[in-house]
């Protein structure tokens, strides 16, 4: 019986940088048959507006929300003044795709070069170049990344993930649900503690058998 873990996320959420580091430590003691397959859930579809005064001031208290519950966290406030934000985070998601395409390690690498670059360097991942930027400095072939990030085939990609997500009721990012068959379990997100979360999969995965 194939078991699958999902993981649900967006490379522009912050939450899902804050669980960057227990997450990588939760895959790392998953038993060797569960297939971690990571999608992403599109937390806004694209806008050319500037983002509302009131959402930039929800989103630096959700920064600030994050770095007094994670030990170790800091974002940089500086993004507010040196940017101008828009609510947009589909362009860095077709950019993970985009990436993907010219390996599949490139999928968390971009992932995580857009997040350094978002919360520690105020530089905006909404914006083509940004983006384009941060490919080239990963390892990925300028042009054929830039061709990837702007085709059918890249946003068809992602419109699929966002509804394989809904399907999977990943209302919130980041999300983990265990797929065993044809059954689907959420598993509960950990921000301080991998082995809870771990502890939850085995007891799902005891039960099945």
Not at 27 to 46: Q, S, T, V
Not at 107 to 132: C, F, G, H, K, W
């Amino acid at each position: 019986m194939k078991t699958v873990l999902f993981y649900i996320h967006d490379p522009m959420c912050s939450w899902c940088w804050g669980f960057s580091e227990v997450k990588k430590q939760l895959f790392k003691a998953l038993p060797a048959h569960i297939e971690i397959r990571r999608l992403l859930g599109g937390l806004a579809a694209d806008n050319d507006q500037p983002m509302t005064v009131e959402m930039q001031q929800h989103l630096q208290r959700v920064w600030q929300r994050i770095e007094k519950k994670i030990p170790g966290m800091k974002f940089n406030f500086n993004f507010w003044q040196n940017c101008q934000p828009r609510r947009s985070t589909y362009p860095a998601c077709r950019a993970v795709i985009a990436a993907r395409i010219q390996g599949d390690e490139f999928d968390e690498m971009m992932t995580a070069r857009i997040q350094q670059a978002y919360y520690q360097q105020a530089l905006n991942p909404s914006d083509r170049d940004t983006l384009v930027d941060l490919a080239a400095e990963i390892g990925l072939e300028r042009q054929l990344f830039s061709r990837d990030l702007d085709s059918d085939a890249t946003q068809q990609t992602l419109l699929s993930e966002i509804e394989l997500s809904r399907k999977l009721h990943a209302d919130s990012f980041p999300s983990l649900v265990l797929k065993i068959g044809d059954s689907a379990w959420p598993i509960a997100i950990d921000y301080l503690d991998s082995s809870i979360m771990l502890e939850s999969i085995e007891m799902l995965l005891s039960a099945g058998e």
